[in-house]
Every structure is written in structure tokens, then in C-alpha cells.
């Protein structure tokens, strides 16, 4: 323990310790855990519980019961063929195109992201299809890898998305005003991956692929629509209160279970036990980074960093100040999990954020998207090394084209904090409520 006169020691060795524990290679929940012990037997305010207590409550959420449920939807959606069937119907809508594969890809990522929710779930159920397609058509492998990458970030941004239940549950923001607000954004992510695609396969020796027949386009849209059906469903039942965000990931599971067994009939007792097995997996991953950053996020609030970084940041423009917080997210999400990284991040800039009167609805998005990048940027990139892994290329070989398509994404990034309306514009016309305002 340490003296009263050198308390205000301990939020920055609680930081340096964390920087430490990463640097020499402790994973990063066990690295917040650490730091976090270590700063609590050195202060004589904190009991020895507090850990304990703090990791329990951490978890002490029924919105946060939403994460495995998803998790699970996304799961069975896979081991029930449904992506197959999503890129046929992209692939009969979209085949007459060049760059056809590449535009599909990202389709395909749009419709998927509001299925599972889950950017890792994209890019290992949409890849280990597209990517060897892409490959025999002659694309070459950096670009497949690159473009399932970038793609595969719009699960975290077009709802239904685990990153914003999350991001609610932490800072008490109204997810369904969330999953509304990250639509149009999650649309232009996809249109400035599509306007990419266009510049690439100019210089690519593609092919044209035929047209499909009118009766192949019907019979692919019948199953490609009933399964895009899901994230009307969950926001149209969050947006006129049918249900709760968990409870719509319930619906989901239900929904995805009909479809394997009773429409597509592709599912079996066999692939649910295996997508029960990688929920389970996936799930304690989660949450575990996610319960050790909890621990760490309470002793920010309790040092009262965020007051001290009010009183030491004079910037009141709302712009500006939303350009600095996002810089920072996007180093930070370049080598930690956007999950421990939210419960750092949260209550950190959202004081600040709500002093210089931004919308906690705006803040929260742009926090998902800019944390999201990560999942393509190196060291931590973890949808780009999936993509490499299936693609069988070095991963440092995508980098090039895969900062392109950050380029383009970055730019809808800094549109959407400029203008607010892009993202507050379509919950105040369909549910003022969601988003605190009256109508």
C-alpha cells in the first residue's frame, strides 16, 4: 500500500501497467485483470473484494444476455447453409456486373450483418465461400482477402449489432435507438465498399459473367428474402415495442432454427450441438475481455479520470472534439478487441462527448465504428487475419488494398461526425422516443 499523498499516482501507473502487460504479451483480459489487482493492493481505499464484486456486476446485465443469444442466431444461420443461399441470390442479382464476386461479397456482408451481428461470424461464413470463388474466377488473392475483410466490419454496424448491445448496456444508451441510428451508416459503408470494388476491377482482367435467368433470380430471392427478413423483424419489433433487444435475439435464434429445419431443411441436431459448441466458445471470449474490462473501467470512474480530462481538454466545438475521441478509438482499436475496449473507452469520452453536446446516440455509433476498423487493422486485425488464414496468403500482403478500403470507410466516418443527421435523422423520424426526443 502506498501513502495518501501519492494517490494521484495511481491512475497513471494503472495505465502504464496495462501498456506493460501488453507490450511483453499478456493477453489483453488478463493484462486489464492484472493491472487492475495490482492498483487495488496498492490502494487502501479499495477492499480486496472489489475485484470480484466488480466482475460480478460486470456481467449483472439482462441486456447483455443479448451476446451469446445473437451469437448462437449467427451460428445456426451458418451450419444452416444460409449464406449459400444469400450469395446465390446476390450472385443472380448482381452477375451481370464485372467485379461481380467482389460486389457480391459485399452484399452478401450487408444482408449477413443483419442476420448474426457478428463481423468474425462474416467474414469466416462469407469467406470460406467467396474467397476460393474469387480465386478461381481469377481475382487475385490479396483483393478477395482485402474486400471479405472490409466487408465483414459491417456486422458490427448494420443491426442487429452485438458491439451496440454492448456499447447500450455500458453507457445506458438506447440500443433499439442505436439499431436505427446505425442503418444509413451501415449502408454507406457498403456503398463506399462498392464504389472501391468499381475502382479495383478496372484494372482487373475480369470476365462478365452471364445473366441469370429470370426463373433463377426468382427462386434465389425466395430464399435470399426470407432470410434478410430477420433484421426487419428485430427492429420492427424493438421499434414498436414487441419486444426487448434480448428478447429479439431470442426471436432471431427461433427464426434462424424454422428456417434450417422447416424451410431449407438443412439443419440436423448434429450442427446445432456444433453451433451450440462455438457460441459457448465465442461467448466466454467475449465476456470474459468483457467482465476484465469492467474492472478496469470502474477504477477510471473511481480515480475520476474523466473529470480530470474535462478539466484538462478546453475543446467545445463538438466536431473538433469528436475528431480527437475518434482518432484515439481508432489507434486503440488497432490493437485491442472493440469489446474491452468499449468498457475502457465508454465512460472515458462520454462525459466529455456530452458536455460539448453531442447525442449519446451519435457518440455511440461513431465509438462502434471507429473501435470496429480495428477488426482489419494490424496489429490486432482479426476479420483480416480470418480472411488471410482462408485465402492462404500472408497477411501483410493484403495490407495495401486493405487500407484502401479504410480509406473509404474512414471517409463515411468523418461524414457521419460532421453531419449528425446521418445517423439521428431516421430514429427522429421513425421513433423520437428511442433517442430521448418528444414527438
Not at 66 to 92: C, H, S, W, Y
Not at 128 to 140: A, T
Not at 282 to 298: E, K, R
Not at 322 to 329: H, R
Request: aromatic share 10%; charged share 10%; net charge neutral.
Amino acid at each position: 500500500m502506498i501513502e495518501a499523498d501519492f494517490f494521484w499516482l495511481l491512475p497513471w501507473a494503472l495505465f502504464l501497467l496495462l501498456g506493460l502487460f501488453i507490450t511483453i504479451g499478456i493477453p489483453i483480459a488478463f493484462a486489464l485483470i492484472a493491472s487492475a489487482v495490482a492498483i487495488t493492493l496498492l490502494d487502501p481505499r479499495l477492499t480486496n473484494w472489489i475485484v470480484f464484486q466488480r466482475m460480478y456486476n460486470g456481467m449483472d446485465s439482462f441486456v447483455l444476455l443479448a451476446v451469446p443469444i445473437f451469437l448462437l442466431a449467427g451460428n445456426l444461420i451458418n451450419q444452416a447453409e444460409v449464406t449459400d443461399k444469400l450469395i446465390r441470390f446476390a450472385m443472380n442479382l448482381l452477375g451481370r456486373f464485372k467485379g461481380a464476386l467482389a460486389h457480391v461479397n459485399v452484399a452478401v456482408s450487408m444482408m449477413f450483418a443483419g442476420v448474426s451481428g457478428s463481423s468474425t461470424a462474416d467474414s469466416a461464413g462469407v469467406g470460406s465461400i467467396l474467397i476460393p470463388s474469387m480465386k478461381r474466377e481469377g481475382y487475385p488473392t490479396e483483393f478477395a482477402v482485402a474486400v471479405t475483410a472490409a466487408s465483414s466490419v459491417i456486422g458490427i454496424i448494420i443491426p442487429p449489432s452485438i458491439n451496440m448491445i454492448v456499447w447500450g448496456a455500458l453507457t445506458n444508451t438506447s440500443i433499439g435507438g442505436m439499431f436505427l441510428a446505425g442503418i444509413v451508416p451501415g449502408i454507406m459503408i457498403g456503398l463506399s465498399q462498392l464504389l472501391t470494388n468499381t475502382w479495383f476491377v478496372r484494372k482487373l482482367k475480369i470476365p462478365v459473367q452471364a445473366p441469370a435467368s429470370r426463373r433463377a433470380l426468382l427462386i434465389s430471392s425466395k430464399d435470399g428474402l426470407l432470410a434478410a427478413a430477420i433484421p426487419v423483424l428485430i427492429i420492427g419489433g424493438i421499434r414498436f415495442g414487441w419486444f426487448t433487444p434480448t428478447e429479439a435475439a431470442v426471436i432471431a435464434v427461433i427464426y434462424a432454427l424454422f428456417l434450417g429445419f422447416v424451410i431449407y431443411r438443412t439443419l440436423n441436431l448434429s450442427k446445432v450441438m456444433q453451433a451450440s459448441t462455438s457460441t459457448i466458445r465465442l461467448s466466454a471470449l467475449s465476456l470474459f475481455s468483457l467482465v476484465a474490462a469492467s474492472i478496469f473501467g470502474y477504477l477510471i470512474s473511481f480515480y475520476e479520470v474523466p473529470n480530470t480530462l474535462m478539466g484538462g481538454i478546453t475543446l467545445t466545438d463538438p466536431v473538433t472534439l469528436m475528431l480527437v475521441m475518434t482518432l484515439v478509438m481508432l489507434l486503440i482499436g488497432t490493437f485491442m478487441d472493440s469489446l474491452p475496449a468499449m468498457a475502457i473507452i465508454a465512460p472515458l469520452f462520454l462525459p466529455l462527448a456530452l458536455q460539448a453536446g453531442i447525442h449519446p446516440v451519435q457518440f455511440g455509433i461513431v465509438g462502434v465504428m471507429a473501435l470496429g476498423f480495428g477488426l482489419i487493422t494490424p496489429p490486432y486485425g482479426l476479420c483480416l487475419m480470418i480472411a488471410s488464414k482462408i485465402g492462404g496468403i500472408n497477411l501483410l500482403k493484403c495490407l495495401v488494398p486493405t487500407l484502401i478500403y479504410l480509406g473509404a470507410m474512414t471517409a463515411v466516418l468523418l461524414l457521419i461526425i460532421v453531419f449528425p443527421e446521418l445517423t439521428l435523422g431516421l430514429p427522429e423520424l421513425m421513433a423520437p422516443e428511442l433517442i430521448g426526443i418528444r414527438s
